[in-house]
């Protein structure tokens, strides 16, 4: 099935290390992408390609890849990473087409 | 910069049909694959639909599949979702989005559709 999993929240106090896991039998083959989005704003892509940050995008966000499930680690997380997470994945071949984000993590930061 | 305004959003009845516009500026627009996200109000993202740098492929959810057109205009920077059939279900803020290999980079803003009576 073409789903992605990610747990509803996740809570750290500032400067402890948030990880937020998406699960999916796709992510064996493909890459996997994550967006941050706050209150009220556009998503912003935080992580490509399983591992490569954006330009402009901290150093302390990190991703990884591992099987089915990837990652995206925070280290040291600030009050302004406070925000929703969301993973998304392609699998595309010349018969099918399936794009497909995570159902979303709460990231507090208190 | 990259910038992307999205605009056509409102209110519409069900079974009733919506154009929604995207503008786009700062990069080689005919070089870039562009995507229709949507996001239900209070919940999570769906990419609805995308379309080749060339306009000549287009891609959909199956969700909106023969619903749904999306289409581009090279010469004006600009890519449209044409929508039909609407239902509630189709209720969301709807984002443009850069996406190359139909994987969104930059978003706009996004534009509200309400379907109700």
């Known amino acids: 099935s073409y789903e992605l999993t990610q747990p509803p929240s996740v809570s750290v106090s500032p400067g402890q290390t948030a990880r937020i896991t998406c699960s999916g039998e796709t992510l064996s083959k493909r890459y996997a992408y994550w967006y941050q989005q706050k209150s009220g704003q556009a998503p912003v892509l935080v992580i490509s390609d399983d591992t490569i940050r954006p330009s402009g995008i901290p150093e302390r966000f990190s991703g990884s890849n591992s099987g089915t499930t990837a990652t995206l680690t925070i280290s040291g997380a600030q009050v302004e990473d406070e925000a929703d997470y969301f993973c998304y994945s392609t699998d595309n071949n010349v018969n099918d087409l399936h794009l497909v984000f995570g159902g979303g993590t709460r990231l507090t930061v208190l | 910069e990259v910038q992307i305004v999205e605009s056509g959003g409102g209110l519409v009845q069900p079974g009733g049909s919506l154009r929604l516009s995207c503008g786009a500026s700062?990069?080689?627009?005919?070089?870039?694959?562009m995507s229709w996200v949507r996001q239900t109000p209070g919940k999570g993202l769906e990419w609805v639909a995308g379309v080749s740098g060339s306009g000549g492929r287009q891609y959909y959810a199956d969700s909106v599949k023969g619903r749904f057109t999306i289409s581009r205009a090279n010469s004006k920077n600009t890519v449209d979702l044409q929508m039909t059939s609407l239902t509630v279900e189709d209720t969301a803020v709807y984002y443009c989005?850069?996406?190359?290999?139909?994987?969104?980079?930059?978003w706009g803003q996004g534009t509200l559709v309400a379907v109700s009576s």
């Open positions: 700062g990069f080689n627009f005919s070089s870039f694959a």
């Open positions: 989005a850069r996406s190359p290999h139909l994987v969104p980079d930059y």
